[in-house]
């Protein structure tokens, strides 16, 4: 239903540890499959380098000085962030694994932890990270395709969207059937889409 979006920016993983033992095998980890990696010896330092619309996906050790792995998580989840997490710890404490999956994060491994395994969480999280920049993106375009729409337009629009039939949106507006038509022409030309039931899935990518 929507044509192409704009291009995802590159993803990268980013590691936060400050074992720097952990930061060089991990970089060499991802840097063997080819996957961008970016390290950081503490959650402060990773903040002043944030960008907001940073793609990819992060490594957050737990048991750091200073703002620990799940504080972290917990600040960017209030900036917004969306790329998924995965959290090493050299503790097993389930408490703190079920915050952090609370928090939204994907997994959580113990240290030492398996190289194949690291790369298959990492792997799983960076397609998750690709699903949910490409609806962003699509919801986006959703969005500025019914920007175009009157405030007349986008009221047929929004009672199609609620399954009302022409006749019965004439009655809600107090117009005719044949303006509700007219309208209803408009609204699929501008949003394009050829049905109702495209116009419901535009909406709702739109409204996600």
């Not at 980013?14 to 033992?21: A, G, L, N, T």
């Not at 952990?22 to 960008?51: G, W």
Request: charge should be negative; hydrophobic fraction near 45%; include cysteine.
């Amino acid at each position: 239903m929507l044509s192409g979006p704009t291009s995802i920016p590159e993803q990268k993983v980013y590691v936060v540890d400050d074992d720097i033992v952990i930061r060089i095998l991990l970089e060499e980890v991802f840097n063997a499959a080819n996957l961008p990696v970016e390290t950081y010896a503490s959650a402060e330092e990773f903040l002043l380098a944030y960008d907001p619309n940073l793609r990819g996906c992060l490594v957050l050790d737990n048991l750091m000085p200073g703002m620990n792995g799940i504080e972290l998580q917990e600040v960017l989840a209030a900036h917004g962030n969306k790329a998924p997490v995965i959290f090493l710890t050299g503790a097993g404490d389930v408490s703190i694994a079920v915050r952090a999956l609370k928090g939204g994060a994907l997994d959580f491994l113990e240290k030492p932890v398996e190289p194949r395994r690291m790369l298959s969480c990492v792997t799983e999280a960076l397609e998750l990270d690709r699903k949910n920049q490409q609806k962003h993106l699509e919801g986006l375009e959703a969005r500025q395709r019914m920007a175009q729409l009157t405030p007349r337009e986008y009221e047929v629009m929004e009672w199609l969207f609620q399954g009302k039939p022409n006749k019965a949106i004439a009655q809600i507006l107090g117009i005719s059937s044949r303006t509700v038509e007219i309208h209803r022409k408009k609204v699929f030309e501008k949003i394009q889409v050829d049905s109702v039931a495209d116009l419901v899935q535009l909406v709702l990518l739109a409204r996600n």
